[in-house]
């Protein structure tokens, strides 16, 4: 089965440091979204994007955070100043329709803020 | 708003035994319902997902969840688990209109002991 990859999958950085998540999600989904887990917490959704530009965001996606897919095959979330509650699990996923087709998750980047 | 509960955070059962994973939803408008499993290392999966129609839906794996409508839940059930089904299982929500995400409960950690 097709897979989405994420890079790096451990990264980690001081506060106030830009970092960059990237993901290659699967070559012919037309959605993509970004969700991050902080330890022992819920799931939340970051972001979905369709169509080159963002179709919907969280009250999390402030102005720290934004996302692009620059060629056609990645898409990448930036986090532009760190802060400590930034740390947390961050899961790419993509599909190939909006709600309530499958999303294929990556395995995620563990991103670290010390 | 969307809410997700998952009343166990873990739960341990002997391989063979039957499972069921409880969720509870709330919502002010009618949602999508999923359940989707991440094993260790890897991305979620999705096991299966209640759009309408019958309540009881059969996913991958032997998996299947029954959708109750007056008392709000979606519990996950399987009548006899294997050490491979040690993983952790998200149930989700979707609004029907509009909205592109998933609302997550906290997550149920099943472990399958021999």
């Known amino acids: 089965e097709p897979e989405v990859t994420q890079t790096p999958s451990h990264q980690v950085t001081q506060m106030g440091q830009e970092v960059i998540l990237r993901c290659v999600p699967i070559?012919?989904?037309?959605?993509f979204y970004w969700y991050r887990q902080i330890l022992g917490q819920k799931v939340e959704f970051l972001v979905s994007?369709?169509?080159?530009?963002?179709?919907?965001k969280s009250e999390i996606f402030d102005d720290q955070f934004s996302v692009e897919r620059p060629d056609g095959s990645n898409f990448t979330l930036k986090i532009r100043s760190t802060k400590l509650e930034d740390s947390a699990m961050y899961f790419c996923a993509s599909s190939l329709g909006g709600p309530p087709e499958k999303l294929f998750f990556g395995s995620g980047t563990q991103l670290s803020v010390l | 708003a969307q809410s997700v509960t998952q009343l166990d955070s873990q739960v341990p059962v002997f391989e063979e035994a039957p499972v069921e994973l409880r969720c509870n939803y709330s919502s002010s408008v009618s949602v999508y319902l999923f359940w989707y499993v991440q094993y260790p290392n890897q991305g979620l999966q999705l096991l299966l997902k209640y759009l309408s129609g019958s309540t009881l839906v059969k996913g991958i794996n032997g998996f299947e969840a029954e959708f109750n409508k007056s008392q709000t839940s979606f519990h996950l059930r399987k009548p006899s688990v294997h050490i491979s089904d040690t993983a952790e299982y998200f149930c989700?929500?979707?609004?029907?209109?509009?909205?592109?995400?998933?609302?997550f409960g906290q997550g149920t950690r099943l472990t399958i002991n021999p």
């Open positions: 989700a929500v979707s609004k029907i209109q509009g909205a592109q995400k998933l609302v």
């Open positions: 070559s012919n989904h037309l959605y």
């Open positions: 994007f369709y169509n080159n530009e963002i179709s919907e």
